[in-house]
């Protein structure tokens, strides 16, 4: 788990809810005018995450999860939330679910939002605290993780 990148943990859960819903169908809990609804949270969601990677590209910083950070950014979607990217991740994984509106993918959405809050965001923050100290923890004080 500690290497696979966030893009493809999201990939790997999308095909989980997809494939859940076709073979393990438990439950249809979201009705179809809600479901065709999710497909607006889901462009917003991919629309956010390519914004702060482009954000990452701009600021000329590296954007691998796992290497050490050289740079922090605390403008642009980084001024309103720390982590952009996981929060366009997170939307778009339930958007999928809603879409495809059963219980499994929903469980499965949930899932994959716990992993990127507890995993994923709390590894990297925990990196930004010790390269950039207070500075780093200044900025935790005035952004909040998510919104």
């Known amino acids: 788990m500690k290497r696979i990148l966030p893009p493809v943990f999201l990939l790997l859960c999308v095909v989980a809810m997809i494939l859940s819903q076709i073979y393990f169908p438990i439950a249809r809990v979201v009705p179809w005018p809600i479901r065709s609804i999710a497909l607006l949270p889901l462009v917003i969601g991919i629309g956010m995450a390519v914004l702060g990677k482009r954000q990452f590209a701009k600021e000329g910083t590296n954007l691998y999860t796992f290497s050490d950070p050289d740079k922090m950014i605390a403008s642009g979607l980084y001024a309103y939330s720390r982590n952009p990217m996981y929060l366009g991740f997170v939307i778009a994984a339930f ?33 930004m605290a010790d390269r950039f100290g207070d500075s780093y923890d200044d900025y935790k004080s005035r952004v909040r993780r998510w919104l």
């Open 95 to 127: 958007s999928v679910a809603v879409f495809a509106g059963g219980l499994g993918p929903l469980v499965i959405a949930l899932i994959h939002c716990v992993v990127v809050d507890r995993w994923y965001i709390g590894f990297e923050e925990r990196r």
